[in-house]
């Protein structure tokens, strides 16, 4: 059913994972600070393939440094290598570099094991499983904390990770060949208190604040809080027991609000996220809506489970989650996945099941345009009752912020009576 496949050839002179690579002079060394972080795109069939990529983010310009070594050893013992070099796909600030490998590893009927190592003195490993099964996979979401005490944090935070810390035990017993993230892969909720924000955050009119012109000193405030916020959550120094998981389980993932606040986010998005940009997304497996800032999700979990996420970010107005034209093209994707698929898995971070509360809705609705964040700017104590129940973006009624989110609120076009 399914073609052999063919292994690519391995450089002569690649460094074996079980020689000493600490001893490697500090030339040689990836000087990694994030990463490796594994993506999982999909499945060529035809070539019996998978394809992925790697991310690494480090302070190495030298292209001589960013090569991948892998090796691939089946059950029955077989071990084959394959040396990949990375493709440079950003820099920030001239000093970190986005360094991504292309993956294209060859399947078999048997479950594989792929080790890898770049000159970083670490080795890493995940999983293939056989082209005719499907895939183990788990989801998660809401990776962090928002608005909790601070011990809270402390307890079951970055320190301990009691979750993923569950998540890596289980993987070593049975391993996942995918993680799906749904959205919130970090929370960016911080932003609202950095010193360049002061202005917009001290204004109390929702109006004014839309209207507030973008500085270059906030532009450079926020590029540089979204990429170290992603470099503390993603990466081994700040997030050991997290980052173990994102180079030990390949990704699938998908942004919700926490993800991005501003637009200048989705640069660091789909860098981390994706090891892709705007320009190089379809070439890297994602989908393009109607908007270059809509990168859809059409691929497969093996020969019988197709997967779709829904970019409920990209598109996104109070009148619309994705436009009309979008959910042609996610269709027309879904046309074209293997005629083996029995299941269609559906990830969106947008409720999909919500009651009507259009009477709740219209009364949330006439509070805000009462302006009770102006209200609360103005009333000492009563003002600080009333802006703990405000969303603090746009002033109004944080409940009609929650409603805004759902697929039933009667501005918002449903397409799942499509399926």
Same mark, same amino acid.
């Given at each position: 059913?399914?073609?052999?496949?063919?292994?690519?050839?391995?450089?002569?002179?690649?460094?074996?994972?079980?020689?000493?690579?600490?001893?490697?002079?500090?030339?040689?060394?990836?000087?990694?600070?994030?990463?490796?972080?594994?993506r999982y795109i999909g499945i060529d069939y035809d070539k019996a393939l998978w394809r992925g990529s790697c991310l690494v983010v480090s302070t190495d310009q030298d292209p001589a440094a960013a090569c991948l070594q892998l090796e691939l050893q089946s059950e029955d013992g077989d071990i084959h290598s394959i040396e990949v070099q990375g493709e440079l796909l950003d820099s920030f600030r001239n000093q970190y570099h986005f360094?991504?490998?292309?993956?294209?590893?060859?399947?078999?009927?048997?479950?594989?094991?792929?080790?890898?190592?770049m000159r970083t003195g670490k080795?890493?490993?995940?999983?293939?499983?056989?082209?005719?099964?499907?895939?183990?996979?788990?989801?998660?979401?809401?990776n962090g904390f928002s608005d909790i005490p601070q011990a809270i944090k402390n307890?079951?935070?970055?320190?301990?990770?009691?979750?993923?810390?569950?998540?890596?035990?289980?993987?070593?017993v049975i391993p996942f060949h995918v993680m799906i993230g749904g959205g919130d892969?970090?929370?960016?909720?911080?932003?609202?208190?950095?010193?360049?924000?002061?202005?917009?955050?001290?204004?109390?009119?929702?109006r004014k604040r839309i209207a507030t012109q973008l500085s270059q000193p906030a532009r450079e405030g926020f590029e540089e809080f979204y990429f170290w916020n992603y470099i503390?959550?993603?990466?081994?120094?700040?997030?050991?027991?997290?980052?173990?998981?994102?180079? !030990?389980?390949?990704?699938?993932?998908?942004?919700? /609000?926490?993800?991005? $606040?501003?637009?200048?986010?989705? %640069?660091?998005?789909l860098l981390f996220q994706h090891h892709t940009t705007i320009k190089l997304a379809q070439t890297h497996g994602l989908i393009k809506g109607v908007l270059p800032t809509c990168q859809h999700i059409v691929t497969t979990l093996g020969p019988e489970i197709g997967f779709v996420a829904l970019d409920g970010r990209g598109e996104r107005t109070k009148y619309d989650i994705c436009r009309p034209k979008s959910y042609d093209i996610i269709f027309d994707?879904?046309?074209?996945?293997?005629?083996?698929?029995?299941?269609?898995?559906?990830?969106?971070?947008?409720?999909?099941?919500?009651?009507?509360?259009?009477?709740?809705?219209?009364?949330?609705?006439?509070?805000?345009?009462?302006?009770?964040?102006?209200?609360?700017?103005?009333?000492?104590?009563?003002?600080?009752?009333? !802006?703990?129940?405000?969303?603090?973006?746009?002033? /109004?009624?944080?409940? $009609?912020?929650?409603?805004?989110? %759902?697929?039933?609120?009667?501005?918002?076009?449903?397409?799942?009576?499509?399926?």
């Open positions: 059913m399914y073609p052999q496949p063919a292994y690519p050839q391995t450089s002569p002179n690649r460094v074996s994972p079980q020689s000493d690579q600490t001893q490697l002079p500090a030339t040689d060394r990836c000087n990694a600070i994030c990463g490796p972080l594994l360094w991504r490998f292309e993956l294209q590893l060859p399947l078999l009927h048997e479950s594989q094991k792929v080790t890898y190592w080795t890493f490993s995940f999983h293939l499983a056989p082209i005719n099964q499907s895939m183990r996979f788990l989801f998660y979401s809401c307890t079951f935070g970055h320190n301990t990770a009691p979750l993923w810390v569950d998540v890596l035990d289980r993987h070593e892969q970090l929370y960016q909720d911080a932003l609202i208190h950095k010193d360049f924000m002061k202005p917009w955050r001290d204004e109390k009119n929702p503390r959550n993603f990466g081994f120094e700040d997030n050991p027991i997290v980052a173990k998981a994102f180079a !030990s389980i390949p990704s699938i993932n998908m942004w919700d /609000d926490h993800v991005v $606040l501003f637009a200048n986010a989705s %640069r660091f998005y994707a879904m046309y074209h996945l293997p005629q083996s698929i029995k299941h269609v898995l559906l990830v969106t971070g947008v409720p999909i099941v919500y009651p009507r509360l259009t009477l709740f809705e219209r009364v949330m609705e006439s509070a805000a345009n009462f302006n009770l964040a102006t209200l609360a700017g103005k009333t000492g104590a009563l003002g600080n009752v009333v !802006s703990g129940q405000l969303n603090k973006w746009n002033g /109004d009624p944080e409940l $009609l912020d929650d409603m805004n989110d %759902r697929r039933q609120i009667r501005s918002t076009i449903s397409f799942f009576c499509l399926m």
